[in-house]
């Protein structure tokens, strides 16, 4: 059974950088069927895509973010990482990372952890 687990602070001031990461069990980071991908939801609001990280190490990202965001990757630990810099309050949201299959679905999720944003 693949599992994934969020962990980072909860707790992020205005215009720091937030960095999260993501610790996957049960399938490898380097599967080539798969992509693995960071997804956020503020209260209230729809889900919002962030970007992924192939198996290759590459990765796009969600044009709306301007730049800010970037994802990386251990492969030794089979984790891999969220850094977003510049932080606005209105980006206080749960944080998801998510698998990316070759249909386009996202088929296993993180519990979430919850990103506060304020001074």
């Known amino acids: 059974q693949v599992q994934l687990q969020e962990s980072g602070p909860g707790l992020v001031k205005p215009s720091q950088t937030l960095s999260l990461t993501c610790t996957i069990s049960?399938?490898?980071?380097?599967?080539?069927?798969?992509?693995w991908t960071w997804i956020r939801q503020p209260p209230g609001k729809g889900l919002e895509w962030m970007g992924l990280?192939?198996?290759?190490?590459?990765?796009v990202y969600n044009s709306a973010l301007n730049s800010r965001a970037s994802i990386s990757r251990d492969t030794s630990k089979n984790q891999f990482f969220l850094q977003l810099t510049s932080l606005t309050p209105e980006e206080t949201a749960v944080y998801y990372c998510?698998?990316?299959?070759?249909?386009?679905?996202?088929?296993?999720w993180g519990q979430g952890t919850q990103v506060t944003v304020s001074s």
């Open positions: 998510a698998r990316w299959s070759k249909s386009g679905e996202l088929d296993f």
């Open positions: 049960g399938d490898s980071i380097t599967n080539k069927d798969y992509g």
């Open positions: 990280i192939r198996h290759d190490g590459s990765s």
